[in-house]
């Protein structure tokens, strides 16, 4: 569908995803689970595994807002980019000065 060929995709790919991969990797590593807190049975214990989750939900939120906000700033991009102005055939101008 694209000209780019599949090496620059893939690397390209990865190298986007490596950010939230790593995220995801060290929160799921550091996470105490329900049953460490439930175990230890103190207040200190539980106020640690709420502040991981109330962590763990807020880095997810700012994660996908700061990825909508690129989304959205490529697309209005795209839109400038198809609004160039057109030659009288109908195709795009290509750089050529009409006169």
Same mark, same amino acid.
């Given at each position: 569908?694209? %000209?780019?060929? !599949?090496?620059?995709?893939?690397?390209?790919?990865?190298?986007?995803?490596?950010?939230? &991969? !790593?995220?995801?990797?060290?929160?799921?590593?550091?996470?105490?689970?329900?049953? $460490?807190?439930?175990?230890?049975?103190?207040?200190?214990?539980?106020?640690? *595994?709420? *502040?991981?989750?109330?962590?763990?939900? #807020?880095?997810? *939120?700012?994660?996908?807002?700061?990825? &909508?906000? %690129?989304?959205?700033?490529?697309?209005?991009?795209? %839109?400038?980019?198809?609004?160039?102005?057109?030659?009288?055939? #109908?195709?795009?101008? #290509? #750089?050529? $000065?009409?006169?």
């Amino acid at each position: 569908m694209t %000209e780019l060929p !599949l090496p620059s995709y893939l690397l390209a790919s990865s190298v986007g995803l490596l950010p939230t &991969q !790593l995220l995801n990797s060290y929160l799921g590593t550091t996470l105490r689970t329900m049953e $460490d807190v439930i175990a230890e049975q103190t207040v200190s214990g539980y106020v640690v *595994f709420c *502040f991981q989750v109330i962590l763990s939900v #807020g880095l997810m *939120f700012y994660v996908v807002h700061r990825a &909508q906000g %690129e989304l959205k700033a490529a697309l209005g991009a795209c %839109e400038v980019e198809l609004d160039a102005p057109l030659v009288s055939g #109908g195709q795009p101008d #290509g #750089g050529i $000065d009409v006169v």
